[in-house]
């Protein structure tokens, strides 16, 4: 399909599943209740979803305990687990048009990205790990020759994977393919704005041989079901990707309840910073509009707060200020259109109360700042520059998760390296520098849990990610490293000396 007329025809014969999936089944909520998703293209009804509460989260974790505990997953050999997860790969791969378009139809995602980046990164990630699965050792601590130390990983249990809207199937991915492949049975509770992937892949999961009751999807509210998971005395450990003022919720839950292991990724404020002898500044200023436009700015790693030099501070601004107009927002179903629609009417209205407030606070609006297309009934917003932003305006200081750019100007790699360092965040940073030097001192102060040099977001599934201060905790996502959320390490002691075996 190449055409919006064809991709629109195909939108309307997509038949999502809209009920609960536990133990291999299609159920409703225990309460009946159902909550609406909503196209944010055009503001109508997808469909009407199963709203789960802490009844429903009760159900689905005993019938993932039960699976745990059975050993209908756990005991298999880790060469057979990761044959499902290859073949639940090769099951999304098949049925990459029906997912790309239950991704754009639910969070608005340009359909010309949702098959090339969501569907891809989910398949490559299932992929990666199911052929890893056979591949990780465990260790002997080097003892003396009277004992011998094993130092084993077992799985956790339970895990509760509580997961964003921004790019469902991958960070599901990311959460779920090293949680299965470990062993653990799996509650997912996806984002109340984009459920309906996640409901799919748990059906072709079943397909590709892994057993009932070891992934459960829980559609519903942070407020109810999250909050249950997080509280159940049940679950073993939990995993978050979402806003930081939620990422500490689920540290009260752990604490209030079994002190269960919690892990998370939060908020960013990325520092973009560009000096004056960036290697190639055409490149770097174009890469901007990747950085905090694509995905309609709504990424945790968006490069939000760009710095510039100040030799190069007005070419700068000026160039992005004219780019901006390329990454202007249209219908995500048409593959010419390169961004969609913000999530949700309330992501929206924050998103413009803080365009808003940069006007307020003496930032120089550069270029959009509107909502547009409002006769679709969608929740689209121009692509928005500011340019001399200070510090600590509230477009600098707070994540937007929108397409709201800040430009600030700095005279020194000193001076860069505080106002990159000034934020509350430390998911990401970047910075563009023909400066060998520089570039490893700034990499090694910058308190990131990512830095890119002279490039933006460039990584794949066999490097870790996560952030620092409130932009992370508890491990990383991707890589082997994710393993080490998911398993616990046992030490076994064996005496071979007088007295032993």
């Not at 059975?70 to 073949?87: F, Y």
């Not at 490039?455 to 990383?476: H, L, Q």
Request: proline letters at 5%.
């Amino acid at each position: 399909m190449t055409t919006l007329a064809e991709w629109t025809e195909a939108a309307a014969a997509v038949e999502p599943r809209n009920q609960m999936f536990i133990e291999g089944e299609w159920v409703d909520a225990v309460s009946g209740a159902t909550f609406e998703t909503i196209n944010p293209a055009t503001g109508t009804v997808i469909t009407s979803v199963a709203e789960g509460d802490a009844a429903d989260i009760d159900v689905a974790v005993r019938s993932a305990r039960a699976s745990f505990e059975d050993g209908r997953w756990a005991s298999l050999s880790p060469r057979d687990r990761g044959q499902a997860l290859i073949r639940l790969a090769g099951l999304i791969e098949s049925h990459g048009v029906e997912l790309q378009l239950l991704e754009t139809l639910d969070v608005g995602k340009p359909i010309r990205y949702s098959r090339r980046v969501d569907v891809a990164q989910a398949v490559h990630t299932y992929s990666w790990y199911g052929e890893a699965a056979d591949k990780l050792y465990d260790d002997i601590a080097p003892t003396g020759p009277n004992a011998l130390g094993l130092i084993t990983r077992e799985p956790i249990g339970v895990v509760g994977a509580v997961t964003p809207w921004n790019f469902p199937m991958m960070i599901n991915a990311w959460k779920l393919a090293p949680a299965l492949v470990a062993g653990n049975s799996v509650v997912l509770k996806p984002a109340e704005q984009s459920p309906l992937s996640a409901l799919r892949i748990a059906e072709l999961a079943i397909e590709a041989g892994i057993p009932p009751g070891v992934l459960n999807v829980v559609p519903g509210f942070g407020e109810t079901a999250g909050r249950a998971l997080g509280l159940h005395p049940d679950v073993d450990g939990i995993t978050f990707t979402g806003s930081t003022e939620v990422g500490k919720l689920f540290l009260q839950y752990a604490g209030q309840s079994n002190m269960k292991r919690v892990s998370a990724e939060t908020g960013g404020k990325t520092p973009n910073m560009i000096f004056a002898d960036a290697p190639d500044l055409d490149f770097a200023i174009g890469a901007v509009g990747f950085s905090i436009f694509w995905n309609t700015g709504e990424m945790c790693i968006a490069g939000s707060r760009l710095l510039a030099e100040r030799s190069v501070y007005d070419r700068v601004v000026e160039e992005v200020g004219a780019m901006s107009g390329g990454w202007a927002p249209g219908d995500p179903l048409d593959p010419a259109t390169k961004a969609g629609p913000i999530v949700d009417q309330s992501q929206l209205d924050r998103v413009c109360h803080y365009i808003d407030r940069g006007v307020d606070q003496g930032a120089r609006l550069v270029a959009g700042g509107n909502r547009t297309l409002t006769e679709t009934g969608g929740y689209f917003v121009e692509p928005t520059v500011f340019a001399d932003v200070s510090n600590d305006m509230d477009i600098a200081r707070d994540e937007i998760f929108g397409p709201v750019l800040s430009i600030i100007p700095f005279d020194s790699e000193e001076e860069a390296m505080a106002i990159a360092n000034e934020t509350r965040f430390g998911l990401s940073a970047a910075l563009w520098t023909s400066n060998l030097g520089r570039a490893h001192r700034m990499s090694a102060a910058l308190k990131a849990g990512t830095v890119w040099v002279n490039n933006f977001d460039t990584s794949d599934i066999t490097a870790p990610f996560g952030g620092y201060k409130e932009s992370g905790f508890g491990g990383k996502d991707k890589s082997l490293l994710a393993l080490d959320k998911y398993t616990n390490v046992k030490t076994t002691w064996i005496n071979l000396g007088r007295g032993g075996v």
